[in-house]
């Protein structure tokens, strides 16, 4: 059993940057693929980026989010910049075995959430 524990999320002014992270518990953390979705009440989970071997982004964060991990650590970060007003959602951490995915119904682990909320 693998258990994510999300932590950096708030409210910030559109423009600006937060960095969102996920700790994990679990030896065999640096064998997942890592990933970040996101969510608002009604809708579905979106992707937002993955990252195993390498990284993947959804196109409506390329170039303003970027992911990455520390195994050493077992922790996966989301550094996110430029926000926008409608990136504000609850940002979840997940986790599955060996291949990134963009499909929410493909990762085993989830945390808990943390909310993001982006003022204009």
């Known amino acids: 059993q693998v258990q994510l524990v999300e932590s950096g999320g708030g409210l910030v002014q559109a423009g600006a940057s937060l960095n969102l992270s996920c700790v994990a518990n679990?030896?065999?953390?640096?064998?997942?693929?890592m990933a970040w979705f996101r969510q608002s009440t009604g809708k579905e989970r979106q992707f937002v980026a993955a990252i195993g071997g390498t990284t993947l982004y959804a196109e409506s964060v390329k170039g303003r989010f970027t992911i990455s991990r520390d195994d050493a650590k077992m922790t996966v970060y989301l550094q996110m910049s430029a926000l926008k007003v409608e990136d504000t959602d609850v940002y979840y951490c997940a986790a599955r075995d060996l291949w990134m995915s963009q499909s929410a119904a493909a990762y085993r682990y989830w945390g808990q959430g943390t909310p993001v909320t982006v003022s204009s």
């Open positions: 679990g030896r065999a953390f640096p064998s997942y693929a």
